[in-house]
């Protein structure tokens, strides 16, 4: 997401509460920050013009960066005269956006549809049976969303992660990464499935793409209609521990993807943390882009599956494997405009509704 101001962070190290987590002085919570903040509330009490939202800088020996680099952020405007910076960019990263998706593409949409005309066409069934056609293809399918995977694993669960979840162990991971793994799950299955008979169901292969997005508009929707009915996190998710109040089911996807993928790291997620409690235009615009992309997933994967089963099998094939990249190009073309008129306007309007969030 694209911050309509970022600004450069110099001074005042705070640590941020999550909504949800303990707080001072409970028994769950990291000593380290606790030493900070029993430093900031002994030197409030000693000076009674001290400011107390803005926490002493403690020294580099006494900083819990030092051990826990996943949970600090620095924060220069305690008193929120502005609304408070997401310090990220698309516009700086737009060579390697390119580049993935680019990878992706090939990976997922010409790969599979280039493999199966060529193998199908130019060779007889004497050369290579209809399994073996379909087997060939699928063995190669998301060779590029296979190697990011294990690379988000690995940024993830090393030690001393840049990128890890506000919170959590190691092995939790994050929101986006289980979600993607549950998606692979069913296609693999309906992969597995598709290939072991000696003639190869070709509408269920062409279906995979449209079955991972329809597992994610579901999963959006649904945290989007549990937080309207008021129903506390079941589970973490990302940096939103158990119990704690849910957010619009974007949210996870745009900390977890921005922050892994996009490089912002935990600070990222500290930010948008921060950016979500401060600010309400920002949690009804993340609301509406929750719906936005859900509703127009589970459609665009409901009308791909319903095309693939009642056209020709050649542009049967076609469609199952286009027609979901083609939504998703369109939706975040829409996205983009939308999402940085929307930062603008609430910078606009922030002087005027900063104290209704």
């Not at 009674?48 to 800088?57: F, N, Y």
């Not at 692979?184 to 292969?205: K, N």
């Not at 791909?304 to 190009?329: C, K, S």
Request: contains cysteine; charged residues 15%; proline residues 7%.
């Amino acid at each position: 997401m694209t911050d309509a101001h970022p600004q450069t962070e110099t001074s005042h190290a705070t640590t941020l509460q999550v909504p949800g987590q303990a707080h001072v002085g409970s028994a769950n919570e990291d000593p380290s920050t606790r030493s900070i903040a029993e430093s900031a509330s002994q030197t409030g009490s000693q000076n009674p013009d001290h400011v107390p939202s803005r926490v002493t800088t403690p020294q580099p020996s006494e900083l819990p960066s030092a051990l826990f680099p996943h949970t600090q952020v620095t924060y220069d405007d305690p008193d929120f005269t502005r609304p408070p910076p997401l310090n990220y960019s698309l516009r700086t990263r737009k060579k390697a956006i390119f580049w993935f998706w680019l990878l992706i593409i090939l990976d997922c949409v010409f790969m599979p549809i280039g493999l199966y005309f060529g193998m199908w066409y130019g060779t007889t069934r004497d050369q290579l049976s209809a399994n073996a056609v379909f087997s060939i293809s699928t063995a190669l399918l998301g060779t590029v969303s296979i190697v990011e995977y294990f690379i988000r694993f690995h940024r993830l669960f090393k030690k001393n992660s840049s990128c890890r979840v506000i919170g959590a162990h190691r092995w939790y991971l994050d929101w986006f990464h289980w979600n993607l793994s549950v998606g692979w799950f069913f296609v693999m299955i309906e992969l597995i499935a598709g290939t072991c008979p000696h003639d190869p169901p070709i509408r269920l292969l062409a279906i995979p793409a449209s079955t991972m997005i329809f597992a994610i508009g579901v999963e959006l929707l649904l945290v989007d209609i549990l937080r309207i009915w008021g129903v506390p996190a079941p589970c973490r998710i990302s940096s939103l521990p158990v119990g704690a109040p849910l957010r619009p089911g974007i949210y996870a996807y745009i900390e977890d993807i921005c922050a892994v993928d996009g490089s912002g790291g935990t600070e990222f997620r500290q930010r948008l943390n921060l950016r979500y409690q401060a600010s309400k235009a920002f949690r009804e615009m993340l609301h509406r882009l929750t719906l936005f992309w859900a509703i127009g997933a589970i459609v665009c994967a409901a009308v791909t599956v319903a095309i693939v089963f009642t056209i020709d099998r050649d542009a049967a094939y076609v469609v199952g494997w286009t027609l979901p990249f083609v939504w998703a190009g369109l939706w975040t073309a829409l996205t983009i405009p939308w999402v940085q008129r929307s930062l603008k306007q609430e910078y606009e309007q922030w002087t005027n509704v900063k104290w209704k969030a």
